[in-house]
């Protein structure tokens, strides 16, 4: 088996300022990363620099296409950046402003990234979408309507509806249970195991909620300062932390 | 089937000016398919340290600790997810889920994992559940509102759904009253005879001659203190 990314010395300075260094890992098909650290740590910038976002100063992401095996996606063109963007891969925005079109439909939403693949039978289109929106429980009769009048767990649930529905291969997900209230959070991460299992998804979780990650989460990434301090099997990495500040971390952990 | 040898753990607490405790040292353990040996020793004596060390939720000092094959003190996490989907089930005293996701389907969870039909799946959980008498209004309910002793009874329910091999237990009979105690303890003696391996912790010295082969006194591995 082919590792699906592969991630080399991956560095990126903001002038002086380390945004992440040094960072190397390993994503399996079918395998859940999460990242946890502190806010400024360093794993948005991570996540950007790997999701092709944002240019490293130095390092290697190799992912492997389906046509040509592993490539480095910071050699390729931007036209093909794009089209693993609209295609393998799906970001998950913390706010479901950032990753959806506010003023088209929700089904309009969703159709746009199978359109961007080259979908025109518009009946077709429109019983994908609502194939989708139902699967993340919106019902068909808000097809129709902006997402601006939607809660923000519905958003968020739309969100995710149009970043699958291209059947990607690799999900980027920045804090994708932030800002949720709990009751949503917990059907959000029930819907996101169950997706994450039938389609054999990957996927890199950035989060700063250690319950989120230990759900979700095969493997734990922990960062500080910008650099990886700890890494491992996540129950081994919240049960059994090495590093004082993974210490620190999980018994900073209210308990309910 | 489980192979431990010269396995040691101590904890440095950074945070609490660098203290180590050293737990264990030179712990060797040996279960064949079949065999269910009991970890023994006061409270303290590094018992469920140990058990956590086989299922690779604690790393390992140094030593090997060799599961059907994969030594999981020198595992990737990638192997240690296949071992325990596959081969290495655990019954620990805690039950973790995704809240508010009905019981039915977190016993039949760990079958789907491994490609079995979700319908097979729920069938061999509905009669699982049936058999530890969990009633079956509550199939539909989240666990996590669910009495201590029906939470630990979910947890065996995940823990027996799959044949593993191998079988770690971690007192799968604390809390539950003697008419399930004997469902249990017959669960295990079913799965002995389907020649998995166990390692068990029990609190209860009348569960553990039932169904235990041997003792192995983890007070032998507690380091000489420096």
Known sequence: MTPLLEVRAVTKTYGARIGCRDVDFTLWPGEVMGVVGESG???????????????????????????????????MDEAGRRMLARTDWAFVHQNPRDGLRMGVSAGGNVGERLMAVGARHYGDIRARAADWLARVDITADRMDDRPGTFSGGMQQRLQIARNLVTGPRLVFMDEPTGGLDVSVQARLLDMLRGLVRQMGLSAVIVTHDLAVVRLLADRLMVMKGGHVVEAGLTDQVLDDPQHGYTQLLVSSVLQV | MIEVENVGKSFTLHNQGGVSIPVLAGAALRVAPGECVALVGPSGAGKSTLMRMIHGNYLADGGHIVVGGVDVALADPRQIIALRRAVLGHVSQFLRVVPRVPTLEVVAEPLVTLGVAPEEARARARALLARINIPEALWPLSPTT??????????????????YPALLLDEPTASLDAGNREVVLSLI???????????????????????????VDVGHFTPAAA
């Open chain 1, 41 to 75: 740590s360093g794993k948005s910038t991570l996540l950007s620099c790997l999701s092709g976002q944002l240019a490293p100063d130095a390092g290697e992401v190799l992912f492997d296409t389906r046509a040509g095996g592993p490539r480095d996606i910071l050699a």
């Open chain 2, 146 to 163: 669910f009495s201590g002793g029906e939470q630990q009874r979910v947890n065996i329910a995940r823990g027996f759904v799959h044949d």
């Open chain 2, 189 to 215: 003696l079913e799965a002995k005879a389907r020649g998995a391996a166990i390692v068990g912790i029990f609190h209860d010295a009348d569960a553990r001659g039932r169904v235990c082969d041997r003792e």
